[in-house]
């Protein structure tokens, strides 16, 4: 039988996406971690194509619920540009079914 009661966060870094899967305890029973470049910049626009981060997302979540029931989703992170320090967070909660 698989865990009951996991929270899956999601830190998305402007290099790096990091799921961490918690039990109830708070201890850290799964992680994926992968560097990414869906971050560009172009005339001093900063593009972040937030498909391609949607899409390694989900990749974890499928990959995670395979031996782990997911039941809270949270996700953060900070995309932050070095020119004007701007930041662009992220939150998904209560995500549970």
């Given at each position: 039988?698989?865990?009951?009661?996991?929270?899956?966060?999601?830190?998305?870094?402007?290099?790096?996406?990091?799921?961490?899967l918690?039990?109830?305890?708070?201890?850290?029973?799964?992680?994926?971690?992968?560097?990414?470049?869906?971050?560009?910049?172009?005339?001093?626009?900063?593009?972040?194509?937030?498909d391609?981060?949607?899409?390694?997302v989900?990749?974890?979540?499928?990959?995670?619920?395979?031996?782990?029931?997911?039941?809270?989703?949270?996700?953060?992170?900070?995309?932050?540009?070095?020119?004007?320090?701007?930041?662009?967070?992220?939150?998904?909660?209560?995500?549970?079914?």
């Amino acid at each position: 039988m698989k865990n009951q009661n996991n929270t899956l966060v999601f830190d998305i870094g402007k290099t790096n996406i990091k799921a961490i899967l918690f039990n109830a305890k708070g201890k850290i029973i799964n992680e994926k971690n992968q560097n990414h470049k869906f971050t560009s910049k172009s005339n001093h626009l900063n593009i972040i194509q937030v498909d391609k981060i949607y899409e390694l997302v989900i990749k974890f979540i499928k990959k995670i619920s395979n031996d782990f029931i997911i039941t809270d989703l949270v996700s953060f992170g900070l995309i932050i540009s070095s020119t004007h320090n701007l930041a662009a967070p992220y939150l998904i909660s209560d995500c549970s079914s």
